[in-house]
């Protein structure tokens, strides 16, 4: 089954510990996605990827930081600099970068303490 | 800039109830996208629809249906006979041409379908 994978469903971190969220997907995507989701609210873009070995900032960029080495792949880093890291991450993948809809995956939900 | 308002924070309706959910959006582009997306108690987004600006035709999906007008930027979804299983928050969201598909979200509609 294609799909997108996140793992872990749940991440418990102290504070000031960098974190690594995962994100793979089996859809032959070129455009990825980070997401980030705070109670009662929408969604909000972190960092974007339309292509291997590139990736632009969103509009919540700071703190987080990506790589996209793989097409398949698309992990993100929740950096101590991130002031309010606790949240509901969720990752997309699209066909392109032309307005196509995306697909998401199951999400991970970071606690920071 | 672009803005998506999703001023019904919380719906709860009987089931076989009909519900629609309202959007309304900001656009200064003239070819833009706009989607909806299904958030159950999982977590998972579930992408519902796509439309984009130069089709103003209503769609409908079996209990589903889908009303946009320009003329009040707005982009409605509706669902007729609502069942405990439609119980989750819905997405709108807008989608510039040529931003890489950056989706902005509204700040979603909770719906509650009870027996």
């Known amino acids: 089954d294609g799909g997108i994978t996140q793992s872990p469903k749940y991440l418990f971190r102290k504070e000031g510990q960098n974190v690594t969220l995962s994100c793979e997907q089996n859809?032959?995507?070129?455009?990825m996605y980070w997401y980030r989701q705070d109670p009662g609210q929408g969604l909000r873009l972190i960092y974007y990827?339309?292509?291997?070995?590139?990736?632009q900032k969103g509009d919540i960029a700071e703190g987080y930081s990506v790589s996209r080495e793989k097409k398949e792949s698309f992990p993100l880093t929740v950096t101590s600099a991130q002031k309010n890291p606790t949240a509901f991450y969720l990752c997309?993948?699209?066909?392109?970068?032309?307005?196509?809809?995306?697909?998401f995956g199951p999400g991970t939900r970071l606690t920071v303490t | 800039a672009q803005k998506v308002t999703q001023a019904q924070t919380e719906i709860s309706v009987v089931e076989k109830e009909d519900v629609t959910l309202d959007c309304v959006y900001e656009?200064?582009?003239?070819?833009?996208?706009l989607f909806w997306y299904k958030q159950p108690p999982s977590g998972e987004l579930v992408f519902l629809i796509r439309r984009n600006s130069f089709d103003e035709q209503n769609e409908i999906s079996g209990r589903y249906s889908w009303n946009f007008q320009k003329s009040t930027s707005s982009f409605n979804f509706t669902i007729t006979a609502s069942q405990v299983v439609d119980s989750a928050v819905y997405f709108c969201a807008l989608s510039e041409a040529g931003t890489a598909s950056k989706l902005t979200f509204g700040t979603g509609t909770r719906l509650q379908v009870t027996l």
């Open positions: 997309a993948s699209s066909v392109g970068a032309t307005s196509y809809e995306q697909y």
């Open positions: 859809l032959n995507h070129d455009a």
């Open positions: 990827s339309q292509i291997v070995n590139d990736f």
């Open positions: 656009t200064r582009d003239t070819t833009y996208y």
